[in-house]
């Protein structure tokens, strides 16, 4: 089973760009699909971006878009998120999730798919 650890939030300003990172261990980050997602008080855990054990990225498909762009280093074995840009509206606790196994072809959109999250990292975009 995978252990995720999320780390690079903060207090940012609008404008700037910010590289998230989700370290792992228990597993390789490359046998595993995995995502970010991100999370407001009372709203559902939003999918942002990841990437399948096949190394296809997923990019949501809405105002985000070209903005976020989820990555793997497989020597590190971390999951990135760099995010460009930032604005107000995406400030936000950012999750990363592996898939509850390996080598299988879930869909990586879909929070059911995973079985290991994070902790979290927030992200706080100041105007």
């Known amino acids: 089973q995978m252990q995720l650890a999320e780390s690079g939030g903060g207090l940012v300003s609008a404008g700037v760009s910010l590289k998230l990172s989700c370290a792992a261990s228990?597993?390789?980050?490359?046998?595993?699909?995995m995502s970010w997602f991100r999370e407001v008080r009372g709203k559902e855990r939003e999918f942002v971006g990841g990437?399948?054990?096949?190394?296809?990225?997923?990019f949501y498909q809405g105002s985000i878009l070209g903005r976020f762009t989820p990555s793997k280093d497989v020597v590190k074995n971390i999951l990135y998120l760099d995010i460009d840009s930032l604005e107000p509206e995406d400030t936000a606790t950012y999750y990363c999730?592996?898939?509850?196994?390996?080598?299988?072809?879930?869909?990586?959109?879909?929070?059911?798919?995973?079985?290991?999250w994070g902790l979290g990292t927030q992200v706080i975009v100041s105007s």
């Open positions: 999730a592996a898939t509850l196994r390996p080598y299988v072809d879930y869909d990586i959109k879909d929070r059911d798919s995973f079985g290991s």
């Open positions: 228990g597993g390789s980050v490359s046998s595993y699909g």
């Open positions: 990437v399948s054990w096949r190394a296809v990225p997923s």
